[in-house]
């Protein structure tokens, strides 16, 4: 038996650091986009994923957020040597999102 299947990433979440009880970080993907989706409020001025994420130089990630001037503002986002990504984000941009926080990465394909 075959199953169809279409690989967007290579794992559907984000890894759970060790001692640590907040959920981790989802994947999702659309035809153009990756999405990060995180249910742990991000603090400190940023969002730590633990994985290297599919991104590439002129790629850009926006929060999608109720308020349409947040929602349309770039995140800044950058790729540690351990391979972590960091996305910079305000307290400002964070509030007015409960539960869950969005990520929409836009691939920059011409």
Do not use: Y
């Amino acid at each position: 038996m075959q199953f169809w299947q279409d690989f967007w990433f290579q794992t559907s979440q984000d890894l759970l650091p060790a001692g640590s009880s907040r959920p981790p970080a989802r994947f999702t993907r659309t035809a153009t986009t990756f999405c990060v989706i995180t249910f742990d409020q991000p603090t400190g001025g940023e969002l730590t994923v633990q994985k290297r994420l599919p991104l590439l130089p002129g790629d850009k990630i926006f929060l999608m957020h109720p308020d349409p001037s947040i929602m349309h503002t770039e995140l800044q986002w950058s790729v540690t040597g351990g391979g972590n990504t960091i996305v910079q984000i305000t307290d400002e941009q964070v509030k007015g999102v409960q539960g869950a926080w969005a990520f929409q990465i836009q691939f920059n394909v011409a």
